[in-house]
């Protein structure tokens, strides 16, 4: 089982995208795999569009309740029904959900609220997401979730994916975004971390862009993800080079 997450800068839901291909040869040989989408740049060109402000701490989007509602509305609503369409034109059958559907993602308000309506995953029941693929389905998840109180809460795709792929102990958590991998000293592109443990990944410094990332990745493995690879969503050879265990920054145990 591999947990895919597609960053909104790497994400191409057209129906000859290469990823969509390559993700449906490879289930009719046999393996599965679970899709966790983003949305970020489909996020700022809504609230643009609605002239509101939104900023970021520590590599989170800071979301009052006026975000939440766009939030919502384009990862649960225009982002995820475009991945769905994609997957099935691709021959597949996917089937879309969030983070709050089947009681998947259990989460709580990350800091007391220091980051507004952003969610931390505090546990995960994958029952949802077995029987999707146990019926022959491919799981598409919005990160979307909400809290005991029924306030729907903005999760980190990074997060909620490294999460996921923990709780069903996926052979390899796949990040795809708009880099080559963990940089240790971004924006220095020489300082491409290829190879590194969870435990020497955590003993690290990082920016901020990179800190989901690197939080994400470790959660993984730590949750029980036999590993995870962090690459250029936005490039195809990179693509196909990590299903076979190539390229990018891999995090083993």
């Known amino acids: 089982m591999i947990v895919i997450k597609f960053g909104g800068h ?24 679970v899709i966790v989408h983003g949305g970020g740049p ?11 402000t939104s900023e970021f701490k520590d590599g989170y989007r800071i979301t009052s309740p006026e975000v939440m509602s766009v939030v919502e509305m384009v990862l649960t609503g225009s982002v995820l ?26 989460v709580r308000e990350k800091a007391n609220g220091a980051y507004g309506l952003v969610g ?12 999707l693929i146990d019926g022959g389905f491919v ?17 980190n795709a990074d997060i909620a994916a490294g999460a996921i792929a923990g709780a069903i102990h996926a052979r390899e958590m796949l990040f795809l975004t708009d880099v080559a991998g963990i940089y240790a000293n971004w924006p220095d592109k020489d300082s491409l971390i290829e ?29 029980g993800a036999r590993s ?23 995090v083993k145990p």
Request: aromatic share 4%; net charge negative.
């Open 81 to 106: 029904r475009a991945v769905v369409r994609a997957v099935e034109s691709a021959g597949l059958r996917p089937v879309g959900i969030s983070g709050g559907d089947g009681g998947l993602l259990h």
């Open 10 to 33: 790497a994400m191409k839901a057209e129906s000859s995208s290469p990823w969509l291909e390559e993700i449906a040869q490879r289930w009719k040989s046999g393996e599965r795999f």
């Open 139 to 155: 799981p598409v998840i919005s990160p979307v979730a909400h809290d005991q109180y029924g306030r729907a809460l903005n999760v």
């Open 42 to 52: 489909q996020i700022d060109a809504e609230l643009k569009a609605k002239a509101i």
């Open 228 to 250: 995870a690879r962090i690459i250029d969503g936005t490039s195809h050879q990179a693509f196909v080079d990590a299903l076979s265990g190539r390229g990018g920054t891999w």
């Open 195 to 223: 190879e590194i443990s969870a435990s020497e990944l955590e003993a690290m410094n990082f920016t901020a862009g990179m800190v989901p990332k690197v939080e994400a990745a470790i959660n993984a493995i730590r949750s």
């Open 120 to 131: 931390e995953v505090s546990s995960v029941d994958p029952s949802i997401v077995q029987t």
